[in-house]
């Protein structure tokens, strides 16, 4: 796989490299569309509700400290 070119891809760089190994797509659907058909094959669900957003601050959805966000990652779905 190449490099990323940033945090974020264009969805014509996404569909170029899907399935590439090492290549880890996250799903961070909210609310309604919550598993109302993942549109991206092989995405991971990504916990913004829960485990990957930080408890101690009181505003919704806020990223945890990189520590916290690696190690919830890494245990995978639960």
């Given amino acids: ?7 974020l891809v264009t969805t014509d760089w996404l569909a170029a490299h899907l399935g590439a190994p090492g290549l880890l797509v996250l799903d961070a659907s909210v609310g309604a569309h919550r598993g109302a058909g993942r549109r991206i094959a092989g995405a991971r669900p990504f916990d913004i509700d829960g485990a990957l957003s930080d408890p101690a601050d009181p505003l919704p959805h806020t990223m945890p ?9 890494r245990a995978g779905p639960r």
């Avoid at 190449?2 to 945090?7: K, T, V, Y």
């Avoid at 400290?65 to 990652?73: Q, V």
């Fill in 65 to 73: 400290d990189a520590g916290r966000f690696t190690d919830e990652l």
């Fill in 1 to 7: 796989m190449s490099e990323l070119p940033g945090p």
